[in-house]
């Protein structure tokens, strides 16, 4: 013989047919006792009659639960329980159609998280204290090459001391750095004056592709700097694909570039 369920295991299957635990206990104790009124039903449950007449009204909704008129009363009586294979037949379609509908949303949803994915994060960086921040997280990032367009005159630009403790941290930490400098004796004379270590080059180029902005290329994210007056303003992009692009247009200009990283020490043996 069968193992008869226990009460909590009906209610437990009945809310898996989108039966609520309460409607459930509910319908369990009327399939034991003959049809009765609210005010029978709540001496039998000793459930509250506000919450009993909402449950009431529950289960006369899905069908487990039939309601008639009687003078002035009304009687409910629960319904047979084989309106439950009514309840597991609608369940399993109403589940089929939300996997069909879950099928054709997830390729949205895929796409969706992949813009999400490939947007750019950006951050600002004002003042020196954010800008030295920066420069630091930079070298933190432990990048393999640090590709840079260096802008006009940046040497008398604010910043510099700040730039060069970046240097001296690029160099501790043995990263290489790629410097494309203008073309004109201001670049010339930064060089000049720059000691010479294995993983520092300098380059002359002789387009103004930056723009007069410092643009640092490293670990795929992008360092625009610009430097008023007073202070250095920055904008990080993190963004790979445009990045990978950047390293690209930097390698192609770097290879046709004038090397100028000894232009020190040649002047020394001079």
């Not at 009687?75 to 159609?97: C, F, G, K, M």
Request: glycine share 4%; aromatic share 8%; net charge positive.
């Amino acid at each position: 013989m069968a193992k008869q369920k226990s009460p909590s295991q009906i209610t437990n299957i009945l809310s898996t047919l989108g039966v609520g635990e309460h409607e459930a206990q509910l319908y369990v104790l009327m399939l034991k006792n003959a049809p009765g009124t609210a005010q029978e039903l709540q001496l039998l449950s000793h459930i509250p009659r506000t919450l009993l007449y909402y449950l009431l009204r529950q289960l006369v909704a899905v069908g487990l639960v039939g309601a008639r008129k009687e003078k002035w009363r009304t009687i409910y009586r629960a319904v047979d329980p084989e309106h439950l294979y009514e309840l597991l037949s609608q369940r399993e379609q109403a589940v089929a159609t939300d996997a069909i509908h879950l099928r054709r949303l997830i390729p949205d949803l895929r796409r969706s998280y992949r813009l999400a994915g490939a947007r750019p994060g950006i951050k600002t960086f004002d003042g020196m204290a954010e800008y030295d921040r920066a420069l630091l997280a930079v070298v933190a990032s432990r990048p393999g090459v640090i590709r840079t367009y260096r802008p006009f005159d940046q040497n008398k630009k604010p910043g510099l001391e700040a730039r060069e403790m970046f240097a001296d941290r690029c160099v501790a930490k043995k990263i290489k750095t790629k410097i494309l400098l203008p073309d004109d004796p201001a670049s010339r004379a930064l060089v000049l004056k720059t000691s010479y270590n294995d993983y520092t080059q300098f380059r002359l180029e002789k387009s103004t592709l930056s723009g007069g902005v410092d643009i640092m290329i490293y670990s795929g994210k992008i360092l625009y700097t610009t430097y008023n007056s007073h202070e250095p303003s920055a904008l990080l992009v993190e963004d790979v694909a445009l990045a990978q692009w950047q390293e690209k247009q930097f390698d192609y200009i770097w290879d046709k570039s004038t090397d100028i990283t000894l232009l020190s020490i040649n002047e020394k043996l001079v």
